[in-house]
Nanobody, 121 residues
Framework: QVQLVESGGGLVQPGGSLRLSCAAS????????VGWYRQAPGKERELVAG???????NYADSVKGRFTISRDNAKNTAYLQMNSLNPEDTAVYYC???????????????WGQGTQVTVSS
């Protein structure tokens, strides 16, 4: 059974930083694309950043230059470094990954449970 667990959220003042982690566990053969999404109250879930297995990344315009996505394939863990946070970044942040389980030939999408990020003075 594959599971994604996010951590690192919390309350931070405007201009501050947080680092989110997304750890995958279970019978994992490989992880393809990993994405960080966020959902603010009353808004749709949106893609914040993504990274493929080769390391290429993409970002939403609203976070370019402030957020950095990375991954440690040996640890099956992805990260989202968030700098210069502002109140508009307040949301629940979710990790999504395309994972091929051991013994499977196909990739399947998995979501984490989400972690709350609140930016407020």
């Amino acid at each position: 059974q594959v599971q994604l667990v996010e951590s690192g959220g919390g309350l931070v003042q405007p201009g501050g930083s947080l680092r989110l982690s997304c750890a995958a566990s279970g019978s994992i053969f490989s992880i393809r694309t990993v994405g960080w999404y966020r959902q603010a109250p009353g808004k749709e879930r949106e893609l914040v950043a993504g990274i493929v297995s080769g390391g290429s990344t993409n970002y939403a315009d609203s976070v370019k230059g402030r957020f950095t996505i990375s991954r440690d394939n040996a640890k099956n863990t992805a990260y989202l470094q968030m700098n210069s946070l502002n109140p508009e970044d307040t949301a629940v942040y979710y990790c999504y990954a395309e994972i091929r389980s051991s013994g499977s030939l196909r990739y399947k999408g998995f979501w984490g449970q989400g972690t709350q990020v609140t930016v407020s003075s």
